[in-house]
């Protein structure tokens, strides 16, 4: 199966500050099939980013996706306080889909 | 806009049958999408166990595949899972979700399931 690791684990960042977070795959997949989620405390995942760098309905324009083969990476511009939670990354190129370990994003 | 509501036992003890349900309102699911069910532990991660799509077809993990069943029901606009013989490796929050593709846009709130004697 294809394995996604994420890095770094932990980002400590201010709000209004940018973050840049990565997703390695073990081996490639097809094409772009990749989306990201941001998951707060007691809350499932929600999804942001589809087929790598498509936002998803109601996520605002300071997320955004990019990436190809196996790097993958997400970017906030500008973190808002709802931010700082845990992102996962999932490929659905190869099945089994898979999901990265996940990136928290603390408050500095 | 659609709502996923997961139910079912949350206690289990080991070689149980883990059943749960999930009922889908605001879409029907016989319009399409794909209908999947991920599972959460912190040993674990997130981890796909499987999906279903309206006309039946399923597909599942190959690591839970020999313990797995989920099936739809149009009538009742809901689908299942089933999985065998549980174990303490079996504990954890299960989300059923609806996916485009397996991009999962929309999740239930989870449930969370233990096994344990």
């Known amino acids: 199966e294809v394995v996604l690791t994420q890095s770094p684990g932990t980002l400590s960042l201010s709000p209004g500050e940018r973050a840049t977070l990565s997703c390695r795959a073990s081996?490639?997949?097809?094409?772009?099939?990749v989306a990201w989620y941001r998951q707060k405390p007691g809350q499932a995942p929600r999804l942001l980013i589809y087929?790598?760098?498509n936002r998803a309905t109601g996520i605002p324009d300071r997320f955004s996706g990019s990436g190809s083969g196996t790097d993958f990476t997400l970017t906030i511009s500008r973190l808002e306080p709802e931010d700082f939670a845990v992102y996962f990354c999932?490929?659905?190129?190869?099945?089994?889909?898979?999901f990265g370990q996940g990136t928290k994003v603390e408050i500095k | 806009q659609v709502h996923l509501q997961e139910s079912g036992p949350g206690l289990l003890k080991p070689s149980e049958t883990l059943s749960l349900t999930c009922a889908v309102s605001g879409y029907s699911i016989s319009r399409g999408y794909y209908w999947g069910w991920i599972r959460q532990s912190p040993g674990k991660g997130l981890e796909w166990i499987g999906s279903?799509?309206?006309?039946?077809?399923?597909e599942y993990n190959p690591s839970l595949k020999s313990r797995v069943i989920i099936s739809v029901d149009t009538s009742k606009n809901q689908f299942s899972l089933t999985v065998k013989s549980v174990t303490a490796a079996d504990t954890a929050v299960y989300y059923c979700?609806?996916?485009?593709?397996?991009?999962?846009?929309?999740w239930g709130q989870g449930t969370l399931v233990t096994v344990s004697s």
């Open positions: 999932q490929q659905y190129g190869r099945s089994p889909w898979t």
């Open positions: 081996q490639s997949f097809h094409s772009r099939s």
């Open positions: 979700a609806r996916a485009e593709v397996a991009d999962f846009d929309s």
């Open positions: 087929a790598a760098s």
């Open positions: 279903i799509h309206e006309s039946g077809d399923t």
